[in-house]
């Protein structure tokens, strides 16, 4: 070879070595983007399922809680506990007197011990008058100090003195983390510390319920008529370019459509997982459609020339062989629409499913929000205790995800038939 | 608590008629000595399909209605003044009699005739609940007595019965096409009323976008702005930082995973970008705002630029992460496609593999690769979550990625969330947007489909 075409050779080599970087490098992009947005997200929210008590003595004074010795739960259920809960702070570090440092101790201890100790004298209102040493949920930024997710200093919400109060209540074993089974059981708060996401977990599933009622059935049935009846005219033609215009128009013109039609013309009740699981039935309907045609057509010809063969009618040969055949993919399908339905919020945020709502939802028709609009509205707070708890619960919207894909790729796997 | 009941009654009247269809079958066979034309439980349905369809009819009209015919019996009942107040404000008195008849209190100054309604509305709701609950049972008792009365031996009941699932697939199938009739009619008639306050004109050519109206008549700067040019060039601003970012990445990607990778490296490969595409956009909003975000800037500060907490580039940034998947799982079937017989000529002349994938290849490929990106690109556009929590309401005429710039999503929810009302053009203002954001993503994806078919017939 002469030098020139070697030097040739070289460069070329030298390019093709440069092309496979830049793939190795694309797909490391990627791979550390999900990554570095797994961290972030773990990393912030972890300590979410935990929660930092302080052990204080309380004296439920009745003067404070029941003047009249009542124990009427309405009574109960509106009294001063705040009162209760500073006495009892203050009790147990007697030298703050100042009026800043009262603040700062009452700082300690955030509006979630207050309901705590509501919720305690109103389940056992024989506390009355009694002293009794209470683990108290501590303020969210006390929290954050002692999981380690804020430092002293750095714009941390604690001051120096409540740094030292903590220190003076961890020598005497006064500090502590529990599970936090609040994070669970409760719903929206304006507090960090009694959050929970059952609230927004009990809207999900009643929206995927409705979603999945509606969405499935019709997807089915529109599948099993375009693939195997519809003649080729141009009524066929408009549906089905009209099924592959729907699934790429953008998710909140349909909840556009859900606001207009739904909750406007219909007067359906805004906020409600009934709106929400319609909206998101004729979101995911598209892609129903097309996995089940997808999953009719991979059925084999032999398998019908058979059923008819021994005479069954049509619709005999669909209902007894063919769709119990393609059913696992359809699911398939269905679950990973589901899927996708779960992680949608932008549609319902138009039809006021972004609602601050305390209660848990009872019924399809009560307001509610789902998980992802509840982390939205979580990541709106600046608060470093809503960041933990938008993180937590991002983990678990992406924990029910991911049990939903596996299982169908499990699904795939399981009864997967090649012919 | 009722609709349940009624539904729960309906049931049992549908099970009993396919009892009774299929038992008044059997019976007659047994009498007559004749064969059934069909198997015994198709006489079953066809009574199912007499009793249940005229009853869902019956409900699905009272559902329909019901609200609107209630509505005006309660207007009806109202004083001629209340009646003559204006559309706004006679929504505002009929919400208010709905919450009394629910059970609250009112504040209005019409005290005395919201609470007659109220207790008007409510007697009507009840009589109404019972004409149903008659008028479906009713409904549905007549079609099963005249459904078993059809019944002989020779009745042809599978093929009726299979004509009427036939026709319910057909009306399943034209789902698709009757929402989106619905999405065009509704953008269309609400954006109508949007154009006729506000000139098409100035929405679609003005620069300058500030929704916000005022509450008095007599307030300064009441009228509001509605030149949505600035949302535009966000929108656009957005969506191209997002394409730089993803279309070079996910290309990358799949003509790596095509080419080069290993089978373990694929096995790995796949899941990543298939979990990038499952995230919720949601969360990626979040990720935007809070690391993102300040890292750019973080980054800008050390290089001396002044970078905005919300600019276009941060979300442009994850938007174009969150759009990899898309165009490399599109853009992989694509170059999947290209027949082997072409990368064999290549490789025959002597070309490496970087040479094969750009110059025959790609070029090859180039149709559908083009329709992936448009297809992505118009996911960009209307991707919502992601800019509603990275990008903010600043709306910014700039092209410098380094600002705060808003977007056609962003305002969409943001003119119509927690409002209560929905006649001013600050609302219906959300629709128009939304219709020029459908009519945009629509147009692209017809194009690129269009591209793909062509592309298709080319090498089958």
């Known amino acids: 070879m002469t030098p020139e075409a070697i030097r040739r050779l ?47 003595e309380v004296f439920f004074d009745p003067d404070a809680i029941a ?81 380690g997710q804020t430092r002293l200093g750095d714009g941390a919400r604690v001051t120096e003195r409540q740094a030292g109060w903590l220190t003076a209540l961890a020598r005497g074993g006064d500090v502590d983390q529990f599970f936090n089974t609040r994070f669970f059981t409760g719903a929206d708060s304006r507090d960090p510390e009694l959050v929970g996401i059952l609230g927004g977990v009990v809207g999900t599933t009643f929206t995927l319920l409705i979603c999945l009622l509606l969405a499935f059935p019709l997807g089915v049935m529109a599948a099993v008529y375009l693939e195997e009846y519809a003649p080729k005219n141009r009524l066929t033609d ?42 998101l039935a004729l979101m995911s309907l598209p892609t129903i459609i097309i996995a089940a045609r997808a999953a009719l057509r991979a059925v084999p010809p032999s398998i019908r020339e058979g059923a008819l063969g021994v005479g069954a009618s049509k619709m005999q040969m669909i209902g007894h062989h063919v769709l119990p055949l393609a059913m696992p993919g359809i699911l398939t399908g269905t679950i990973i629409a589901m899927a996708h339905a779960l992680g949608e919020t932008a549609p319902l945020l138009m039809i006021g499913m972004v609602a601050f709502i305390t209660d848990i939802p009872t019924d399809p028709l009560s307001a509610s929000t789902v998980l992802p609009v509840q982390i939205f509205m979580w990541a709106d707070h600046p608060e470093r205790g809503f960041v933990e708890k938008t993180s937590a619960g991002i983990i678990v919207l992406l924990v029910f995800m991911l049990v939903m894909n596996a299982s169908a790729v499990w699904l795939r796997r399981k009864f997967e038939r090649r012919w | 608590m009722s609709s349940s009941l009624l539904f729960a009654a309906l049931l049992i009247l549908t099970a009993t008629s396919f009892y009774m269809g299929r038992s008044a079958a059997v019976a007659q066979r047994a009498a007559t000595g004749q064969p059934l034309h069909s198997l015994p439980g198709y ?31 309660v207007v009806r009942s109202l004083p001629q003044a209340i009646r003559d107040l204006p559309a706004d404000q006679l929504g505002l008195i009929i919400s208010d009699i709905r919450n009394v008849a629910g ?127 600035p949302l535009f060039t966000g929108t656009l601003l957005i969506a191209v930082i997002a394409m730089i970012v993803a279309v070079p990445i996910g290309l990358m990607t799949a003509v790596y995973m095509t080419e080069y990778a290993h ?65 490399s799982s599109l853009s992989d079937d694509v170059i999947n496609a290209v027949p082997q017989s072409m990368r064999d ?15 025959v290849l790609l070029p090859a490929a180039l149709p559908g690769i083009v329709a992936s990106v448009i297809l992505a690109f118009s996911k960009a556009l209307g991707e919502t979550m992601i800019v509603v929590m990275a990008a903010g309401l600043a709306a910014n005429l700039t092209l410098n990625p380094l600002d705060a710039v808003t977007t056609v999503t962003v305002y969409i929810s943001a003119l119509l969330t927690g409002e209560a009302e929905f006649d001013s053009p600050k609302t219906l203002a959300s629709f128009a947007l939304g219709l020029v954001l459908f009519v945009v993503t629509l147009a692209l994806n017809i194009v690129a489909l269009q591209i793909v078919k062509a592309y298709r017939e080319q090498y089958e």
């Not at chain 1, 039609?261 to 319609?278: C, E, K």
């Not at chain 2, 956009?281 to 980054?299: E, H, S």
Request: proline residues 3%; glycine residues 10%; contains cysteine.
């Open chain 1, 238 to 279: 408009i549906i089905e370019v009209n099924i592959n215009n729907l699934a790429a128009v953008p998710s909140i013109v349909f909840g556009l459509l859900g606001l207009s039609v739904f909750i406007n013309f219909f007067g359906m009740p805004r906020s409600a997982p009934l709106v929400g699981g319609s909206v």
């Open chain 2, 43 to 73: 006489y079953g349905w066809y009574v199912v399909c007499w009793c249940g369809i005229p009853a869902a009819f019956v409900v699905v009209a009272w559902l329909a209605f019901e609200t609107t015919i209630v509505q005006a019996l």
């Open chain 2, 103 to 229: 059970g609250l209190a009112t504040t209005s100054a019409n005290r005395a005739d919201v609470m007659a309604a109220a207790a008007h509305l409510r007697w009507i709701q009840t009589v109404a609940t019972a004409a149903l609950w008659v008028c479906v049972l009713a409904a549905g008792i007549a079609g099963l007595l005249i459904g078993r009365r059809h019944i002989v031996p020779s009745l042809r009941a599978r093929n009726d019965v299979e004509q009427v699932v036939r026709i319910i697939l057909i009306i399943a199938s034209t789902i698709a096409v009757v929402t989106t009739v619905g999405i065009v009619l509704s953008l269309l008639f609400e954006s109508m009323s949007f154009f006729a306050r506000v000139s098409p004109i100035e929405f679609l050519f003005g620069t300058q976008w500030s929704p916000m109206m005022a509450i008095r008549e007599d307030q300064v700067g009441s009228s509001g702005h509605f030149g949505a040019v």
């Open chain 1, 67 to 147: 003047p009249a010795g009542t124990t009427d739960r309405r009574r109960l259920m509106g009294a001063d506990y705040r009162t209760v809960l500073l006495d009892a702070v203050s009790a147990r570090f007697p030298e703050v007197r100042d009026r800043d440092g009262l603040r700062q101790l009452e700082g300690l201890v955030g509006s979630g011990a207050e309901v705590q100790l509501r919720d305690m004298v109103v389940a056992d209102p024989g506390l009355i008058g009694q002293r009794r040493q209470v683990w108290l949920l501590a303020h969210s930024d006390i929290d954050m100090l002692i999981k």
């Open chain 2, 345 to 359: 000529g290549s490789y025959a002349l002597g070309g490496t593999k970087a040479e094969t994938a750009v110059r």
């Open chain 2, 263 to 327: 089978k373990q490296v694929r096995a790995i490969g796949k899941p990543i970008l298939e979990i990038l595409a499952g995230v919720p956009t949601v969360v990626y909003g979040f990720f935007a705002a809070l690391t993102v975000a300040p890292a750019i800037r973080a980054a800008g500060e050390m290089i001396g630029l002044q970078i905005a907490a919300q600019s276009a580039l941060a979300a442009g940034i994850v938007m174009g992460i969150m759009i990899i998947p898309f165009v």
């Open chain 1, 10 to 56: 070289k460069r070329r080599y030298a390019a093709e070595r440069r092309f496979k970087a830049y793939g190795i490098a694309a797909m490391t992009f990627a791979a550390a983007a999900l990554l570095l947005l797994l961290v972030t997200v773990v990393g912030n929210g972890y300590t979410a399922f935990w929660q930092t008590q302080l052990r204080i």
